[in-house]
């Protein structure tokens, strides 16, 4: 038998690529689906939530439309916040529902199952608030009312990943702004929230919304003033509000002064030039007299060239600094109150920085001799002094100068 090669066909198979044909988009229909499951359980948000979760609906396609439904009963029209004209509504929404906290609890609560369930609709739901929260000013005055008590309890109850800037930076458009809806929604936010929640809870969210430091952003150009913020929130009741920013103004006012007066010290600028212009600049942000004494020694030891490790120099270099600007001391030290303030103010000091410890007696001596303390205060200090802060170290160390003013004293 001879063998032969078996014929075999020619040519090249080729292969055919299937493709991916997405299906149209249609959230008309999700969005009738989901108002009517609303409708067949009567608003009823446990038999929503229990319907929605059995249902095979495309929520990670109609994210955005499931919430629309949620907050105001329909689909919105593109670019607005009206409710398409030819859909199908539900009159169990949020802005349907009663202006209360008790009523708008259980859609929070309903969201947040949501979100459990389906945790990717949060960039949705932020889409959603984002896109209202920049058209307040179509709602009415008692659906922006809810907004604002649903969104504060959004946060107390840590609605899963809600981030803050979702909802703070968006209220900043200057038509809503200049209008004051912004400051009416913002402060019943803060009203709503602090039912719940600490002040400190509050600080934290601007925080993290950037906005800790910008409360009167929030506030019409024209009232946006200290004194503004001040009267409005103290009206609304809101008086630790008021409380924390003014100490915010005063430590960012503070900080002011004080790279002024640095820079002024570094450039050894005259004694009588720096006093004129650290007393316009207290005058203007209306500094109490005692935080002024404060800050001007903090100024003053914080420009010290320290040393290393030579104590020697660090003192030399401290009692210096205290005998150049000693003037600028005296022209603020102008009572025995304010004077013993200063005389407490380096008692702490010396207490908390070692190398300063073995400095009082020293310091205090050349206060005297620069005339910025006057004897009277120095004994007050040293029979009744009420810091206890290191004082019966520096009150032994102080001991043989005390005696000499009381000999002196008793000699005139």
């Known amino acids: 038998m001879s063998s032969k090669e078996k014929p075999t066909l020619g040519g090249q198979r080729i292969k055919t690529r299937k493709r991916n044909i997405a299906a149209p988009l249609d959230p008309a229909s999700f969005s009738d689906a989901i108002v009517q499951i609303y409708l067949d359980n009567a608003g009823d948000l446990e038999l929503v939530a229990k319907s929605i979760e059995s249902s095979d609906l495309n929520f990670s396609r109609y994210g955005d439309t499931f919430f629309e439904v949620v907050f105001i009963g329909g689909r919105t029209q593109p670019g607005t916040i009206k409710p398409e004209e030819e ?29 459990r369930r389906r945790p990717f609709l949060i960039k949705n739901l932020e889409n959603v608030m984002r896109k209202f929260l920049q058209s307040l000013e ?43 809806i912004v400051l009416s929604f913002i402060t019943e936010f803060f009203k709503e929230y602090l039912k719940d929640n600490t002040l400190d809870d509050l600080i934290a969210l601007l925080k993290k919304g950037k906005m800790e430091d910008n409360l009167l952003e929030f506030f019409p150009p024209v009232k946006r003033t200290s004194e503004a913020l001040s009267e409005h929130f103290t009206k609304e009741g809101l008086t630790s509000l008021v409380e924390y920013n003014e100490k915010k103004m005063f430590e960012v006012k ?75 001391l005296n022209a603020f030290c102008t009572s025995g109150k304010l004077e013993l303030e200063l005389v407490y103010k380096v008692q702490t000091q010396c207490y908390e920085d070692a190398k300063l410890m073995k400095l009082f007696p020293e310091i205090i001596r050349t206060l005297y001799d620069q005339d910025v303390l006057a004897e009277d205060t120095i004994l007050l200090w040293f029979r009744k002094g009420s810091n206890s802060k290191g004082r019966q170290s520096f009150v032994k160390a102080l001991e043989p100068f005390v005696k000499w003013l009381e000999e002196a004293e008793e000699e005139e």
């Not at 703070?168 to 458009?173: C, I, R």
């Not at 500094?287 to 010290?304: C, S």
């Open 87 to 115: 859909g199908d509504r539900h009159p169990y929404s949020v802005i349907d529902c009663a202006a209360q906290r008790e009523a708008i609890l259980p859609y929070v609560l309903y969201i947040q199952k949501t979100l």
């Open 138 to 180: 179509f709602f009415e005055e008692n659906e922006r009312y809810k907004l604002a008590i649903f969104t504060a309890l959004a946060f107390s109850q840590k609605l899963s990943g809600l981030p803050p800037e979702t909802v703070f930076q968006p209220l900043l458009k200057d038509n809503l702004v200049s209008k004051g």
């Open 254 to 328: 503070l900080k002011e002064i004080k790279s002024t007066l640095t820079t002024m010290i570094n450039e050894e600028i005259e004694i009588s030039e720096v006093t004129e212009v650290v007393k316009q600049q207290v005058k203007d942000a209306k500094f109490p007299d005692i935080e002024v004494v404060r800050m001007l020694w903090d100024v003053l030891m914080e420009a010290v060239q320290w040393s290393g490790k030579n104590q020697q120099q660090n003192s030399n270099s401290a009692l210096r600094q205290v005998k150049t600007w000693a003037g600028l």
